[in-house]
């Protein structure tokens, strides 16, 4: 199946400085497409992948799950630390849980973790029925633009998998009691207002990691996207500055170029 526009995946060859982008359930890297565009303009390596089964049409999802989506973020964070000498992993809701599994799983391979809005636990009643009920129901209503802005819009699917949703709700699970492993500094931003993930999820995250130096930072202005909402920028900027705190060689050159 072609690649929706905009949701291709995005590469950037830059610095020694690395950044992996995890971008979300049902969405596409256009979601956080600004964010590694920024970075990119500031000289670091980007890597934006696009999640198998993602960025085409929803029925093509139904037959991937979190392995699948969670091999090829780590495939990708494997490439970049074959070619950098930091990096960072960033991400936005399910991709923000990715981020965090690759930070229990890589320890010290992984310099710092920003996630955006990130998902613990898939609240919806719907999820306690769907081990049978993925069975005789393909999908439900999508969750894509949950977003502030006006005329900004998600590359997303209009239609949830129930198999792939039956999934992450197991993913989730699982990464809750690998928290405890993430020592990483973490900057975390979050939406009070967000009508897919609750609020609840980023307090459940913050009890559990075992990260000391952690930054918590609310979004005032956007829902769930942020990353395409009223504080885009914000998040583009205070997560450059989180790298330029904890990587030497970003912090260098941001004094000579004032980025």
């Known amino acids: ?41 500031l000289g670091l390596t980007v890597s934006l992948p696009l999640l198998p089964g993602h960025g085409t049409r929803w029925q093509d999802m139904q037959y991937t799950g979190w392995q699948d989506w969670y091999a090829e973020v780590d495939r990708a964070l494997r490439e970049l630390l074959d070619r950098c000498t930091q990096v960072f992993v960033f991400g936005l809701s399910m991709g923000a849980a990715l981020a965090l599994r690759l930070a229990a799983k890589h320890g010290d391979a992984i310099s710092g973790i920003t996630v955006v809005n990130p998902v613990n636990k898939v609240h919806d009643l719907l999820a306690y029925t769907l081990p049978v009920t993925k069975h005789f129901v393909r999908s439900t209503p999508g969750i894509a633009s949950d977003i502030a802005k006006p005329g900004s819009e998600e590359v997303g699917y209009d239609r949830v998998p129930t198999r792939a949703a039956h999934s992450l709700k197991k993913f989730l699970q699982m990464l809750d009691g690998e928290l405890p492993q993430v020592t990483q500094p973490m900057l ?72």
């Not at 497409?33 to 970075?39: E, G, N, V």
């Not at 975390?188 to 459940?204: E, I, K, M, T, Y």
């Open 1 to 41: 199946m072609p690649v929706l526009p905009g949701a291709e995946p995005f590469r950037h060859e830059g610095g020694e400085v690395g950044v992996l982008l995890c971008h979300g359930f049902t969405g596409s890297p256009q979601s956080l497409r600004p964010w590694a565009d920024h970075l990119a303009g």
């Open 188 to 259: 975390l931003l979050h939406s009070p207002q967000d009508h897919v993930v609750r609020p609840a999820d980023s307090a459940r995250i913050l009890s559990r990691v075992s990260s000391t130096d952690v930054t918590e930072i609310l979004l005032e202005q956007s829902y769930h996207v942020a990353t395409l909402d009223h504080d885009a920028e914000r998040i583009f900027e205070e997560s450059y500055a989180f790298i330029g705190r904890l990587a030497p060689a970003v912090a260098k050159k941001g004094s000579t170029t004032g980025g």
